[in-house]
């Protein structure tokens, strides 16, 4: 999985597509990936009078990175550069990405 936390992100399908987002939190082993403030719902605990928030994991497939540089949602890939160190690429026109 090429997504991490605190990426932005658009969804391309779904109740919240094209919406755009941060990552919050990352499952690789479910391929989930949790937004920080789309895709949660409000839980009322009666006895307490406490309103939780719990929030929704959405499927990776279900969201692409969004870039700010080109305005645009693309895919994401993994080159190295000249001293071998692994970097993540924009598929669409080949810009390194800048990490958090």
Known sequence: MKLRK???IKVISGNYKGQMDTIKEVDREKGKVVLSKIGYKTKYIKNR??????YLRLDVSNVQFYSDETSSATRLGY???D???KYRYMKKDNNKVQEN
Do not use: L, P, R
């Open 6 to 8: 605190g990426d932005k």
């Open 83 to 85: 001293n071998k160190k």
């Open 49 to 54: 009078g406490i309103e939780q928030k719990i």
């Open 79 to 81: 080159k190295f550069d």
